[in-house]
């Protein structure tokens, strides 16, 4: 071989080794940070159990249509096509694992993580998913979200009638299937912050001995859960709650758990005497706070006063709630939500007023968030902030 041909291979092989070098340097082999929470996994693939031909509501609601029916206005079944949540999950601050507890089954995720890159949360190692079920994806959490493990149909009783592989697993079916999506306590990032704590609130509450998620949210009712079958112990699945509906015209399932205590007021008042109101408010049917969960839900009780001509002449407005400020570093400024049993009252006036009639409205409306919340989320008119829970008006007259 020619020297001088054999000196310039020499000089490019070494050139190569020194860039590849200089390369690997550049770019080390990232690790890939293993999941540990439960939150940051998808439940894995579950298979359509035998005796079935498809894990859609629907088609388990082709035999237990109640439990369909039920379930269909919930806001279990809106988890993931739910305004608030798409347009939050659109966000780059959003990382991959907010999808884990509204569409939990790997079958209704279009990407499997494997882990974290550098342990980085907006870098997750991720394949596409071959079979990943789009349409399941839609229904949140949907029956099999709760019932499918080990590709058979997880019930209490372990029915020996039913058409399809049925496990009997009450341990699972329990609350703490609820728990593990109702209580996740976790920083992120600074400006994004896990703070569901529904679970704790009840296990801390004085409740835990006596009723669970599952006795308050899930009622028990005798009857057949097949057509023409007997009557056996069953559940309402409608998971009523807030009640403040996720779909225009919708109405979803509310359970009450306040109770208002109103203090008469007196039909006259001397000119010159000071008009005073009281009002309690009382958490009395709640195993947790109220409001629980999402931060951002809140309480208004609203005191508003207007004279004869129907002019505003005063209005008075206490908040139950949290407060939160999220930038630059999601911070809890405060909290009186009002914790199981807890009783609280409001005391408060208009002072002297002139001669006239007047009428006093006393109103209580549950709030998912506030306006400014919600134009940030460009959510349209079509998303319900608040209802109404409660209503009392007054009328009284000032006079020598
Ligand atoms: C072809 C009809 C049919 C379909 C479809 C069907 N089931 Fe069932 N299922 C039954 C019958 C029948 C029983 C037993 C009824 C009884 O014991 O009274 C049953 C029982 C159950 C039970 C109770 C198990 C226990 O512990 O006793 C659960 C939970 C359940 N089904 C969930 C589902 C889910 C979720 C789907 C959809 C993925 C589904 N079923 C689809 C007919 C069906
Ligand atoms: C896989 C996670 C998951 C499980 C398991 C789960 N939930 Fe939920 N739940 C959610 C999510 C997410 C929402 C809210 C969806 C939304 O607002 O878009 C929700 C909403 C609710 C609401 C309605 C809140 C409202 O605004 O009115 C109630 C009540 C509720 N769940 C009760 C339960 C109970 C009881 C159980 C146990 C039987 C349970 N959940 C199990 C994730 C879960
Ligand atoms: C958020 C979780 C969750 C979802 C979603 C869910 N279930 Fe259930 N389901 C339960 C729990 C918990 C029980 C058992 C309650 C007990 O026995 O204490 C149950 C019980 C049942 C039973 C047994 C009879 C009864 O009513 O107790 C049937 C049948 C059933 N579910 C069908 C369905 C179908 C069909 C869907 C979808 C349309 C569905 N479930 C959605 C949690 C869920
Ligand atoms: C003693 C009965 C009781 C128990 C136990 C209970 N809840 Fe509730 N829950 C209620 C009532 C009543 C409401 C309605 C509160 C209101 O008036 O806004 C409610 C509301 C909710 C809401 C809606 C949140 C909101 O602020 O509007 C969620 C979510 C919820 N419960 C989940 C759970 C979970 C998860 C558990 C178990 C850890 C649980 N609940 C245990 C009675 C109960
Ligand atoms: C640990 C489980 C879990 C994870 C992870 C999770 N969520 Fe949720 N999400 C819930 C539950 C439970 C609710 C219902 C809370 C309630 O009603 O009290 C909910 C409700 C919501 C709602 C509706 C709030 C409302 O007031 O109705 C939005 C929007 C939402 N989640 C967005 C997200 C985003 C964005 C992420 C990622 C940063 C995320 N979720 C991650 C469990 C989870």
Same mark, same amino acid.
């Given at each position: 071989?020619?020297?001088?041909? /054999?000196?310039?291979?020499?000089?490019?092989?070494?050139?190569?080794?020194?860039?590849?070098?200089?390369?690997?340097?550049?770019?080390?082999?990232?690790?890939?940070?293993?999941?540990?929470?439960?939150?940051?996994?998808?439940?894995?693939?579950?298979?359509?159990?035998? !005796?079935?031909?498809?894990?859609?509501?629907?088609?388990?609601?082709?035999?237990?249509?109640?439990?369909?029916?039920? +379930?269909?206005?919930?806001?279990? $079944?809106?988890?993931?096509?739910?305004?608030?949540?798409?347009?939050?999950?659109?966000?780059?601050?959003?990382?991959?694992?907010?999808?884990?507890?509204?569409?939990?089954?790997?079958?209704?995720?279009?990407?499997?993580?494997?882990?974290?890159?550098?342990?980085?949360?907006?870098?997750?190692?991720?394949?596409? &998913?071959?079979?990943?079920?789009?349409?399941?994806?839609?229904?949140?959490?949907?029956?099999?979200?709760?019932?499918?493990?080990?590709? $058979?149909?997880?019930?209490?009783?372990?029915?020996?009638?039913?058409?399809?592989?049925?496990?009997?697993?009450?341990?699972?079916?329990?609350?703490?299937?609820?728990?593990?999506?109702?209580? @996740?306590? $976790?920083?992120?990032?600074?400006?994004?912050?896990?703070?569901?704590?529904?679970?704790?609130?009840?296990k801390q509450g004085g409740y @835990?001995?006596?009723? #669970?998620?599952?006795?308050?949210?899930?009622?028990?009712?005798?009857?057949?859960?097949?057509?023409?079958?007997?009557?056996?112990?069953?559940?309402?699945?409608?998971?009523?709650?807030?009640?403040?509906?996720?779909? @225009?015209?919708?109405?979803?399932?509310?359970?009450?758990?306040?109770?208002? %205590?109103?203090?008469?007021?007196?039909?006259? %008042? $001397?000119?010159?005497?000071?008009?005073?109101?009281?009002?309690?408010?009382?958490?009395?049917?709640?195993?947790?706070?109220?409001?629980?969960?999402?931060?951002?839900r809140f309480i208004l009780i609203?005191?508003?006063?207007? #004279?004869?001509?129907?002019?505003?002449?005063?209005? &008075?407005?206490?908040?139950? /709630?949290?407060? +939160?400020? +999220?930038?630059?570093?999601?911070?809890?400024?405060?909290?009186?939500?009002?914790?199981?049993?807890?009783?609280? @009252? %409001?005391? !408060?006036?208009? /002072?002297?007023?002139?001669?006239?009639?007047?009428?006093?409205?006393?109103?209580?409306?549950?709030?998912?968030?506030?306006?400014?919340?919600?134009? =940030? &989320?460009?959510?349209? &008119?079509? =998303?319900?902030?608040?209802?109404?829970? =409660?209503?009392?008006?007054?009328?009284?007259?000032?006079?020598?």
């Amino acid at each position: 071989m020619n020297k001088k041909i /054999g000196i310039v291979i020499a000089s490019m092989v070494f050139a190569v080794v020194i860039l590849t070098l200089f390369l690997l340097r550049q770019n080390p082999e990232p690790v890939i940070m293993p999941l540990t929470e439960s939150w940051e996994k998808a439940v894995p693939y579950q298979e359509i159990p035998e !005796g079935l031909f498809s894990l859609s509501a629907e088609s388990c609601g082709a035999c237990h249509q109640q439990h369909y029916e039920e +379930w269909k206005t919930s806001t279990h $079944a809106h988890a993931w096509t739910d305004m608030q949540y798409q347009a939050e999950l659109k966000k780059e601050s959003s990382p991959y694992m907010c999808i884990n507890c509204h569409i939990p089954l790997e079958n209704q995720q279009e990407y499997i993580v494997d882990g974290l890159i550098d342990g980085d949360v907006y870098q997750p190692s991720r394949r596409k &998913n071959e079979r990943w079920d789009m349409k399941l994806q839609q229904e949140g959490i949907t029956c099999v979200a709760c019932h499918l493990r080990g590709d $058979a149909i997880v019930g209490t009783i372990g029915s020996d009638k039913a058409p399809h592989r049925t496990v009997k697993d009450p341990e699972f079916l329990s609350e703490s299937l609820c728990i593990s999506c109702h209580n @996740a306590v $976790a920083t992120i990032t600074p400006q994004v912050t896990c703070n569901f704590e529904t679970g704790d609130e009840w296990k801390q509450g004085g409740y @835990a001995s006596e009723k #669970n998620c599952i006795s308050c949210h899930m009622e028990e009712v005798q009857r057949p859960i097949f057509p023409g079958y007997d009557d056996r112990t069953s559940h309402y699945h409608s998971f009523p709650g807030s009640g403040i509906s996720k779909v @225009a015209g919708e109405t979803t399932g509310m359970l009450n758990g306040l109770e208002f %205590y109103p203090t008469e007021m007196k039909r006259r %008042y $001397a000119l010159g005497e000071s008009v005073q109101y009281s009002f309690s408010v009382k958490n009395e049917h709640a195993g947790h706070r109220i409001p629980t969960g999402d931060p951002e839900r809140f309480i208004l009780i609203s005191f508003t006063l207007v #004279n004869q001509k129907g002019e505003l002449v005063k209005k &008075n407005v206490e908040r139950i /709630g949290e407060k +939160w400020e +999220w930038h630059p570093v999601a911070k809890k400024l405060g909290d009186n939500n009002l914790d199981p049993k807890e009783e609280r @009252a %409001y005391k !408060g006036g208009f /002072g002297k007023l002139k001669k006239g009639k007047y009428a006093l409205t006393i109103e209580v409306t549950k709030h998912r968030m506030d306006e400014k919340t919600a134009n =940030y &989320n460009k959510l349209t &008119n079509a =998303y319900l902030l608040f209802i109404s829970i =409660y209503e009392k008006k007054y009328s009284f007259e000032v006079s020598d």
